[in-house]
């Protein structure tokens, strides 16, 4: 039932070609009108011809709005539009009567939602790029904001928080976060305030809704792939964890020329690991902190939940400490999911994104880098990650003050390869040489530091096999603070 967005735009523009739409009607003549779903006797196909008003309507079914057109056969049945804006079923509907195939330029909008914790789960990712073409399209006279988005303030009450949306949602059993139309109102609404970061798949930038903050995250066109994936992996059923950075919507912003793809998540003011090592400086409990909260993020990524509202295991692929945020509390939350992979156990299926984008060369296990990792093997994506988590622990532990002394912050393998290594610079040290990187002497001294050395020690074997699972890490953290009498 859902509008296909080429089989309008087609009808459209054949409609165009033929100069009918741009024609005003004679009174005496029979009105052409665009028809979906509600086409009775359509000759040709998708027109329907009546001497009442053409429709366009809007109706929420399951969840998910549902677009459809049609004829109205008797004259004076305008009052029949007027009269069908409707709260309770969630259905509205435009007509129009002052030219053929008119309807095609109608996009009714939804009523507004009154309760928003009784909306249905969210909608599927296809969906969302559907109707950013077909159903929530605007005419310029709109009022928009500095996003270049249209204003719509129906489908959010005034007083709701960001906070008290998504523990509705939370509540309402879907697990997998906001529903469609709040993410797009959500993101409609949003003023970009300054640009905190950019990498290779677009630019982050600080914004408000309401006067909260949330970080946007723009992908360049050619990040389409990923910002798909990602988006698609946060709204995976039960992916919200207080150590994943906190999902808000999702939405795409474009005209025929050209497209934005929005990705908008909880603000951490802290930034990311890598800056927040730079300028700080850890005690035996800052460390242990960040190291917890940080594999209790990928112990629950990388866990599979069994059930109806059932959880997939996923894999990260691009573990690094510049993809890990740094909350006011002093933990961490995994964040940059557009490269992770799913497993789906009840048809043990490994499903791999489309992307043609590969993790970090600095982070990568040898067995990466050598490219003899079983692809088709779920559990080489998990042993992977570990590995990857094995020099993050290290970056983390060599800010940790004993005896007065830390080191300054430096990224792994910093005095083995240059700046930028290049895959035959990492072969050759991790692969060939087998080399790691190396321990301060001050770690030999401190219990804390000489275990954490045992532990990414452990993470980082040369074979996969004998990596330690992010679960062991956990436990094993979590027994060190308990023993150091410290709350994590």
């Known amino acids: 039932m859902l509008l296909r967005a080429s089989s309008r735009a087609e009808v459209k523009s054949r409609k165009e070609a033929e100069g009918s739409s741009t024609t005003a009607l004679p009174s005496t003549k029979m009105l052409r009108c665009y ?49 069908t804006l409707n709260h309770r079923t969630r259905t509205t509907m435009e007509c129009c009567t002052d030219r053929d195939f008119c309807n095609l330029d ?8 009154k309760t928003p914790s009784k909306t249905s789960p ?30 719509d ?16 949602s939370q509540s309402s059993g879907s697990g997998s976060g906001l529903p469609l139309l709040v993410q797009r109102t959500i993101a409609k609404q949003i003023q970009m305030m300054k640009q905190i970061g950019k990498g290779r798949y677009g630019e982050v930038w600080m914004g408000r809704w309401r006067g909260e903050k949330v970080a946007v995250k723009v992908f360049f066109t050619t990040e389409e792939a990923s910002w798909f994936r990602e988006t698609e992996i946060y709204q995976t059923v039960l992916m919200r964890h207080e150590n994943i ?30 800056d927040y090592l730079k300028s700080t400086t850890l005690d035996n409990r800052a460390m242990l902190r960040l190291a ?6 990928l112990c629950h990524l990388h866990t599979e939940i069994f059930g109806t509202q059932g959880k997939p295991a996923i894999a990260h692929r691009d573990l690094k400490s510049k993809n890990i945020l740094v909350k006011r509390n002093g933990t961490c939350c995994i964040a940059d999911l557009g490269l992770a992979v799913k497993f789906m156990s009840d048809t043990n299926e490994v499903d791999i994104p489309p992307n043609t984008r590969v993790g970090t060369k600095r982070y990568m296990p040898p067995e990466v880098l050598e490219e ?15 590995y990857s988590f094995g020099l993050i622990l290290w970056e983390i532990a060599r800010r940790c003050l004993s005896g007065g002394i830390l080191e300054e912050y ?35 001294s401190d219990e804390c530091l000489r275990q954490m050395g045992k532990l990414m020690t452990e993470c980082w074997a040369h074979n996969p096999g004998s990596r330690l699972t992010a679960l062991r890490v956990k436990k094993t953290l979590a027994k060190m603070s308990e023993s150091q009498d410290i709350k994590l």
């Open 35 to 83: 028809c979906d779903h509600h086409c009775p006797g359509e000759i040709p196909k998708n027109t329907c011809r009546a001497d009442g008003p053409c429709f366009t309507m809007v109706q929420e079914e399951f969840g998910r709005p549902v677009l459809s057109s049609g004829c109205l056969k008797h004259a004076g049945s305008e009052l029949q539009c007027r009269d």
């Open 106 to 113: 109608l996009f009714p909008t939804l009523p507004p939602l």
């Open 122 to 151: 969210s909608a599927c990712l296809p969906l969302s790029m559907v109707l950013s073409v077909c159903l929530f399209k605007r005419q310029e006279s709109r009022p928009r904001n500095s996003m270049g988005l249209v204003q």
């Open 153 to 168: 303030e129906s489908y959010i009450p005034s007083g709701e928080s960001l906070k008290d949306l998504i523990e509705q």
């Open 245 to 274: 950075l906190g999902f808000i919507a999702a939405d795409i912003k474009g005209t025929g020329s050209w497209t934005q793809l929005y990705l908008i998540t909880d603000y951490h003011e802290s930034g990311s690991l890598y």
């Open 292 to 297: 917890y909260s940080s594999v209790s993020g």
């Open 372 to 386: 003899t990792l079983n692809r088709y093997h779920f559990q080489s994506y998990i042993m992977a990650d570990m």
């Open 410 to 444: 430096q990224l792994p393998y910093h005095d083995l390869v240059p700046t930028d290594p290049s895959y035959e610079d990492m072969r050759e040290v991790v692969c060939f040489k087998k080399l790691r990187p190396s321990f301060p002497n001050r770690w030999t």
